[in-house]
């Protein structure tokens, strides 16, 4: 069976409330009816209750982009999976690069949050991905590897249906440089064989991975052709309606 696509919008730190509703009413007009794959919009945690209200009886699912590990507590500045959950919001991204790069994020504090945000009945979106200087060292499989084995530590076999694997390689976000659809599609196809050697191959061939890095409304068409990649993780092209409508039809 094809594995249900998944197009989610990381709309990074861009859009105030206002904007954000006023977003969601020229998208919803065009991704109507698309219902042939998952259409999400991952926003910054202050416009999660205007963009819930805006999206609510659409088809479009709310995420957030970060998630505390810690159940509650004297965190000062961070949001727990409980209050995403309460808030309406679906899905989480977790790891993404910029988070490690910027936020100390490490493989370690990802598979918490990872795990957090799991056993609160959120969908995670992992990121995985090489840096430029890694890929030219020919260690891009070991570095994934790792990434999705550790951000995947006592995660178990029924939680894995929550589980949505992005790979975007650190050199191809918002650099305008994609992988080519045969780079994305080798890599995704890697990660499916670490899923498989841990969870067995029909928990690997059911599990949605994802592509992030340029993708726009010019090659989101070849990349969601490609038979490993199941998505995709959009960062600029999400913040114009028109060009995230295009991707939208391109996974149908
Ligand atoms: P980009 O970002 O589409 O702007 O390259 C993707 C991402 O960081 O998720």
């Known amino acids: 069976m094809a594995r249900r696509k998944v197009i989610a919008g990381n ?23 698309k219902h042939g794959c998952d259409i999400v919009v991952c926003v910054p945690a202050i416009n999660i209750p205007a963009v ?8 479009i699912k709310v995420g957030a982009q970060n998630v505390h590990f810690a159940k509650s507590g004297a965190f000062t500045g961070e949001i727990s999976a409980d209050m995403l959950v309460d808030a309406g919001v679906k899905y989480v991204v977790i790891g993404h690069s910029e988070r490690r790069q910027y936020f100390a994020e490490t493989d370690e504090t990802v598979n918490a949050r990872t795990k957090a945000a799991l056993d609160a009945g959120l969908k995670a979106i992992i990121c995985v991905g090489e840096l430029l200087s ?14 999705t084995k550790l951000a995947l530590l006592d995660v178990t076999e029924e939680q894995m249906k929550n589980v949505i694997i992005a790979y975007e390689p650190v050199w191809a976000i918002g650099t305008g440089k994609t992988a080519t659809a045969e780079q994305a599609d080798e890599v995704c196809g890697f990660i499916r064989s670490v899923i498989a ?31 490993n990649i199941d998505g995709g993780l959009i960062g600029g092209a999400s913040l114009k309606a028109p060009d995230f409508t295009v991707i939208v039809e391109a996974a149908q």
């Not at 709309?11 to 009816?33: D, R």
Request: aromatic share 6%.
């Open 11 to 33: 709309w990074k730190m861009n859009m105030t409330p206002s904007q954000a509703k006023a977003f969601i009413e020229e998208l919803y007009p065009c991704v109507k009816g």
């Open 52 to 59: 819930v209200k805006a999206t609510a009886g659409t088809c």
């Open 134 to 147: 890694e890929r030219e060292q020919g260690i891009t499989e070991e570095v994934v590897a790792k990434q």
């Open 197 to 227: 050697k841990k969870y067995g191959k029909a928990i690997a061939n059911a599990t949605a991975i994802q592509y992030g890095g340029s993708m726009n409304a010019k090659n989101a068409a070849e990349l969601l052709a490609m038979p």
